[in-house]
């Protein structure tokens, strides 16, 4: 078993970026060796912190023959030629969601990919979150009975720039994957798509045509039901929550708070102060699972990085969520079916 540091390379260096450089940073079974950016002085400030050397050219570093594997934080328009390349150059890829905003694009790869053997995995943290974990091994454990419904709750404190909800592929494909990962995480067999959306707030999503509040149900082949509720604003603070019901009982994940302290007075009893701010503070032991399960896979081990066809799959479920919340339809998918189909 090879028992040396695995050797990454970083391209992108915005803010995804830097989780990614702190948790590679922290694991000592990983060792940051490149960082690239097209902005390179982003690149040079990123690998002075963390290690590395720095590029302008995310292909030249993934040729290097400096790194074991690279992580694929970069905007989404550039992920399918970076993974096709590192694929091309038997470097293991661990990339951002989504895979690309074009289905189309991702099926065109996948040949690729399978051909090639080399591990893609895709960046759905959420899975190695220890509550959320904790809760989906023991749904499959049978310890509420047979999974009958699922609910997850999940609402960002602000919405994002105007600019960026034009670039981001709307709400569905930006926010809502996760949530659709986490479904199949629990119920990967998912047939049917509903979902709708409105305009409540935010002026950028009015500008692009987007949702800033929208809900959306899942049926599974089983005949279980998952509703997903997303906001691009939420004042308590980064709300994420998940409730596991089945015939024996159900099993909930709370919200993480910032301090455990509570106030009771005359006035106010058990007052607390609000949930932790955004992901970082909040899926912070997420990305640092993620990471040891990726470097598992880069040396051969077992391992649970969601994989391309993961990525697939949530990106098809979104797309189907989109013309549903546009055409007011419910959208029948097929998981099962090969590349190139899936959304009836």
């Not at 940051?32 to 097209?38: F, M």
């Not at 993480?256 to 009771?264: G, I, K, N």
């Amino acid at each position: 078993m090879n028992t040396s540091p695995v050797r990454f390379g970083l391209i992108g260096t915005g803010r995804i970026g830097q989780v990614h450089a702190a948790t590679i940073a922290a694991n000592p079974d990983a060792e940051l060796t490149g960082v690239a950016d097209v902005m390179v002085d982003a690149a040079r400030a990123t690998a002075q912190r963390y290690g590395g050397r720095a590029t302008a050219d995310p292909v030249e570093l993934i040729r290097s023959g400096d790194v074991d594997a690279v992580v694929i934080a970069s905007p989404t328009p550039t992920h399918v030629d970076l993974i096709e390349a590192a694929v091309e150059a038997s470097v293991p890829v661990l990339c951002e969601k989504p895979i690309d905003l074009d289905l189309a694009r991702v099926d065109a790869l996948w040949p690729q990919v399978q051909a090639a053997g080399v591990p893609v995995a895709l960046g759905f943290n959420r899975r190695f979150d220890p509550a959320f974990a904790s809760v989906q091994a023991r749904v499959a454990a049978g310890e509420i009975g047979e999974l009958e419904q699922l609910s997850i709750v999940s609402r960002d404190p602000s919405a994002p720039p105007a600019e960026y909800v034009g670039v981001s592929g709307g709400i569905f494909r930006d926010m809502s994957i996760h949530d659709l990962d986490m479904a199949r995480f629990f119920l990967p067999d998912i047939v049917e798509v509903s979902a709708t959306g409105s305009q409540m707030f935010d002026a950028g999503a009015r500008q692009h045509g987007d949702f800033d509040t929208a809900v959306i149900t899942l049926r599974a082949s089983s005949g279980a039901l998952v509703s997903i509720t997303n906001s691009r604003h939420s004042a308590v603070g980064y709300d994420q929550r998940l409730e596991a019901f089945g015939a024996r009982g159900m099993l909930q994940v709370a919200n993480a708070p910032t301090s455990l302290v509570s106030l009771s007075t005359a006035s106010v009893v058990e007052a607390r102060p609000p949930y932790q701010e955004f992901f970082l503070e909040r899926y912070a032991e997420a990305y640092a699972a993620e990471i040891a399960a990726f470097i598992c896979r880069v040396r051969g081990e077992e391992s649970a990085s969601p994989s391309y066809t993961d990525g697939r799959a949530a990106l098809l479920l979104a797309d189907a969520a989109q013309r549903s919340a546009r055409e007011g339809i419910a959208v029948p998918v097929d998981l099962r079916a090969g590349v190139g189909s899936g959304v009836s």
